[in-house]
């Protein structure tokens, strides 16, 4: 089992910036991939961006050239550096840990360990 924490959300305004961490335990942090997704209220959760085992990194198009996602497996924390924040960010941002050995994976049913998710607000 992983259990995993998201922290760091908060309200900022439009073009801002905002870096949540994703701190995971139970397993050996550095032998799963991480992803975050975020789900705004309607809609289904989304894919924002993903770091495999070996630190190679997939972002959604919505979200590529703003935001940055990494690990340090020391800590045992994943991050997701925001910046240039729109309003069309605002959602729970949930961080997500998969098993598997696939190192692209943007659909949410592969992913094992899930957070409570954080929200993150971004005002006009």
């Known amino acids: 089992q992983v259990h995993v924490v998201e922290s760091g959300g908060g309200l900022v305004q439009a073009g801002g910036s905002l870096r949540l961490s994703c701190a995971a335990s139970?397993?050996?942090?550095?032998?799963?991939?991480l992803g975050w997704f975020r789900q705004a209220p309607g809609k289904e959760r989304e894919f924002v961006a993903r770091v495999a085992r070996g630190g190679t990194t997939d972002y959604a198009d919505s979200v590529l050239g703003r935001f940055t996602i990494s690990r340090d497996n020391a800590k045992n924390t994943a991050y997701l550096q925001m910046n240039s924040l729109k309003p069309e960010d605002t959602a729970v941002y949930y961080c997500?840990?998969?098993?598997?050995?696939?190192?692209?994976?943007?659909?949410?049913?592969?992913?094992?360990?899930w957070g409570q998710g954080t929200q993150v607000t971004v005002s006009s």
């Open positions: 997500a840990v998969d098993l598997s050995t696939r190192w692209i994976v943007r659909e949410p049913g592969p992913y094992n360990y």
């Open positions: 139970g397993r050996t942090f550095s032998n799963y991939a």
